[in-house]
């Protein structure tokens, strides 16, 4: 998982801070629970913060119960005890994503790597057997919109409009399932955090990439050479990173969702700049750190 869907952890006050960290260790939980304890490997921020967001828009206010971290018994951990079927989606999503993304890799690997992903492919594959008997409408949406996507690479696009678009159709689809009321408001704030992930996430592969030789819209749109972007290319970047983020917070309070809304818009104002800001300079932060 991409792992850039944070919060601005100094923004929130304790009790949200101690909330999303609370949601954040039952994913955990829940995930070793429903699929194994090495689908915990699979947990990120951002299936976090779809959990954030079904709860949001559900209206439901979680409940919590003190434990222990499995790994670290020292530390003491809250788990949610009243959302059972908001994480039934989201663990089913995280493994449905993790099995299209292992076979995506394998595509796009070279040989070693390829070897490596191979390896992974009937653990991921057995986990998302699981996950369909529960969901297999979610799989299906997935697998099409991700399909859909290979093929958009395939074209070389230059276009990060039309390279972006299947993602974030996918996490729309995904962030809207299941609900009936502010269907499209909701789809189209997962569109747009969805775009945003998928052009962060180029914007953080174009070395790799270059190395690989593998697709990347912005190495297309500029004719890069290096992983140095010229100026005028970055503030074009830039500018459409924040054209995406500024939709996604205006679809999102379009919904009127008011539970749980002050750390939605923590990660979507704060968070989601960071992160960026983090990938323009060059440095990353530890996925597991909170």
């Keep these: 998982m991409f792992g850039y ?4 952890k100094g923004e929130l006050k304790v009790r949200e801070y101690e909330l999303y960290r609370g949601l954040y260790c039952t994913l955990c939980n829940q995930l070793s629970k ?10 990120s921020y951002d299936m976090t913060f779809l959990a954030l967001v079904r709860l949001c828009e559900k209206g439901v206010l979680p409940s919590f119960k003190g434990g222990r971290c499995p790994f670290n018994p020292t530390k003491r951990c809250n788990y949610c005890t009243n959302a059972d079927d908001e994480y039934s989606f989201v663990c089913a999503a995280a493994i449905f994503m993790f099995y299209y993304k292992v076979k995506d890799n394998i595509n796009d ?32 949406l997935i697998g099409k919109c991700l399909e859909k996507q290979r093929e958009t690479e395939k074209s070389a696009t230059s276009s990060p409009d039309e390279a972006a678009h299947n993602s974030a159709d996918a996490l729309g689809k995904i962030f809207s399932e299941g609900f009936v009321e502010k269907k499209s408001e909701i789809y189209r704030f997962g569109y747009f955090v969805g775009r945003w992930v998928y052009l962060i996430d180029a914007l953080d592969d174009i070395e790799k990439d270059l190395k690989n030789r593998s697709f990347n819209v912005f190495v297309n749109k500029y004719s890069l050479k290096s992983k140095t972007l010229p100026e005028e ?3 074009e970047i ?18 009127d969702c008011k539970t749980l809304s002050e750390i939605i818009e923590n990660i979507l104002c704060g968070g ?17 750190s909170l």
């Design 34 to 43: 429903r699929y194994g304890v090495f689908s915990r490997f699979i947990l």
């Design 109 to 140: 690997s070279r040989f070693f790597k390829k070897i490596l992903f191979y390896l992974l492919l009937p653990f991921a594959a057995i986990k998302r057997r699981k996950a369909k008997k529960l969901f297999p409408e979610l799989d299906e």
């Design 5 to 8: 869907v944070r919060t601005d």
């Design 272 to 288: 989601m700049y960071h992160s960026a800001e983090n990938v323009l300079k060059g440095t990353k932060r530890n996925e597991r």
């Design 233 to 235: 290319a970055k503030h």
């Design 238 to 255: 830039i500018s459409t990173l924040n054209q995406s983020s500024a939709e996604a917070v205006r679809a999102f309070r379009s919904t």
